[in-house]
T-cell receptor, first 111, second 110 residues
Framework: DAGITQSPRYKITETGRQVTLMCHQT?????MFWYRQDLGHGLRLIYY???????DKGEVPDGYVVSRSKTENFPLTLESATRSQTSVYFC??????????FGNGTRLTVT | EDKVVQSPLSLVVHEGDTVTLNCSYE??????LLWYKQEKKAPTFLFML????IEKKSGRLSSILDKKELSSILNITATQTGDSAIYLC??????????FGKGTKLTVNP
């Protein structure tokens, strides 16, 4: 039972480059989320999706784009990476009335 | 703005001690409160609380929700070094979204 798979696990990119973080779930949970985790801020919601083709902004969406053409995939794209986007990114999924389950995270460094 | 506050932010204890972690919240449209444990990787689920006053227990860990006081506590008895982690409290609001506190970093020394 793989659950949620994130790739890559680690990524170093340069300022201004586009980078996409991948997220795949082996369940068919309706809801998927992207969080970033930073020291002093905890986990903050970037974007979420209630179903395929339905996405909405979270607390810190600026500079990010998401899509959800298939239920099982929820990629997160940084269109033009900035140093402030250096963070650990977690993808998560849940069905209604169930706890949220997280992937193992992607550590992104923007130089 | 929805807000979840955890205290203390960090705690250092000795093996065998009992600890109590606190979580308070101010949110619109409360649905449930969840506790997670985070070691080196992803947060792992501990408890989901929806009803006030009903204790949930798993081994040495237990948790209870007080909706009147808008708070919850997580107790760990007879702590072990393996309990060292960041403990996250989160409140579920509408749309299955979770609002997280900043976490309590627990260090258990042998």
């Amino acid at each position: 039972d793989a659950g949620i798979t994130q790739s890559p696990r680690y990524k170093i990119t340069e300022t201004g480059r586009q980078v996409t973080l991948m997220c795949h779930q082996t369940w068919s949970h309706s809801y998927m989320f992207w969080y970033r985790q930073d020291l002093g801020h905890g986990l903050r919601l970037i974007y979420y999706s209630a179903a395929a083709d339905i996405t909405d902004k979270g607390e810190v969406p600026d500079g990010y784009v998401v899509s959800r053409s298939k239920t099982e995939n929820f990629p997160l794209t940084l269109e033009s990476a900035t140093r402030s986007q250096t963070s650990v990114y977690f993808c998560a999924a849940t069905a209604a009335n169930s706890p949220l389950h997280f992937g193992n995270g992607t550590r992104l460094t923007v130089t | 703005e929805d807000k979840v506050v955890q205290s203390p932010l960090s705690l250092v204890v000795h093996e065998g001690d009992t600890v109590t972690l606190n979580c308070s919240y101010e949110v619109t449209n409360f649905r449930s409160l969840l506790w997670y444990k985070q070691e080196k990787k992803a947060p792992t689920f501990l408890f989901m609380l929806t009803s006030s006053g009903i204790e949930k227990k798993s081994g040495r860990l237990s948790s209870i929700l007080d909706k009147k006081e808008l708070s919850s506590i997580l107790n760990i008895t007879a702590t072990q070094t393996g309990d060292s982690a960041i403990y996250l409290c989160a409140v579920e609001v509408r749309g299955e979204k979770l609002v997280f506190g900043k976490g309590t970093k627990l260090t258990v020394n042998p």
